[in-house]
């Protein structure tokens, strides 16, 4: 899969004393090294469990609380950005999680060289940038060949759950995914949020607005 154009532009941001810190003695830790050869899961992991990937993680609040409230499962949180990383790795720590790892790279990259086929139960992509601006909707990471790529991962019956509070992206998600033939829809259009899927204070406070979100679960066939 070529990749020539990124779905995110790495910025400096903030980074607390506390992130820093947890990227320099916990990343050695609970993080993966990026590398070109496929990894397996059982020994990193170090037992046999459903697995979720979960692409672009931000600071980890869902993703740390998805995990602590499902041990049964083991979760790989991909993110590029340092504070990001930092804070999923507190949590990590603070929370003593045993089923979450973290890979600090480009997810698209991770997909291409470090995961078997074949080897996940599911698939979260939880509000990725809209690149709202129709000059820059090349850049949206939801794109037919991301998409193709990723069911290629996917066991037979694995989902990919992704969720955004932008109605365009969302039509443009259903169009991408209902043309992936190795993909069949959970509902009509748009799914109910599913229950292991928590409200953000963000998405909190938008609903109260009046601001839509949108599911979609899409299944493997």
């Known amino acids: 899969m070529k990749r020539t154009i990124r779905s995110f532009v790495l910025r400096q941001g903030r980074l607390s004393n506390a992130q820093r810190r947890a990227c320099e003695t916990l990343l050695p830790k609970y993080g993966i090294p990026f590398t070109e050869n496929l990894i397996e899961l059982d020994?990193?992991?170090?037992?046999?469990?459903?697995?979720?990937?979960?692409?672009?993680?931000?600071m980890g609040e869902t993703t740390a609380t998805i995990a602590q409230?499902?041990?049964?499962?083991?979760?790989?949180?991909?993110?590029?950005?340092?504070?990001?990383?930092?804070?999923?790795?507190n949590q990590i720590a603070a929370l003593?999680?045993?089923?979450?790892r973290i890979i600090q790279h480009?997810?698209?990259?991770?997909?291409?060289?470090?995961?078997?086929?074949?080897?996940?139960?599911?698939i979260h992509i939880?509000?990725?940038?809209?690149?709202?601006?129709?000059?820059?909707?090349?850049?949206?990471?939801?794109?037919?060949?991301?998409?193709?790529?990723?069911?290629?991962?996917?066991?037979?019956?694995?989902?990919?759950?992704?969720a955004t509070d932008w109605q365009d992206y969302a039509e443009q998600m259903l169009e991408v995914f209902s043309h992936e033939p190795q993909l069949t829809n959970t509902a009509?259009?748009?799914?109910?949020?599913?229950?292991?899927?928590?409200?953000?204070?963000?998405?909190?406070?938008?609903?109260k607005l009046g601001h839509g979100v949108w599911d979609l679960v899409f299944l493997k066939v």
Not at 188 to 196: E, G, H, V
Request: hydrophobic residues 30%.
């Open 43 to 58: 020994d990193i992991f170090t037992r046999q469990a459903p697995r979720i990937l979960e692409i672009g993680s931000g």
């Open 69 to 89: 409230t499902h041990p049964e499962n083991d979760y790989l949180a991909i993110e590029v950005h340092t504070p990001g990383v930092g804070s999923l790795l």
């Open 96 to 100: 003593e999680l045993t089923n979450l």
């Open 106 to 122: 480009d997810a698209v990259e991770v997909l291409q060289h470090m995961l078997p086929d074949q080897c996940l139960d599911g």
């Open 126 to 162: 939880f509000f990725p940038d809209p690149w709202p601006k129709a000059k820059h909707n090349k850049r949206r990471l939801i794109q037919p060949t991301l998409v193709s790529r990723s069911c290629q991962h996917l066991k037979p019956g694995g989902y990919i759950h992704t």
């Open 188 to 207: 009509n259009d748009y799914a109910p949020r599913p229950d292991y899927r928590p409200l953000t204070k963000f998405e909190q406070r938008g609903l």
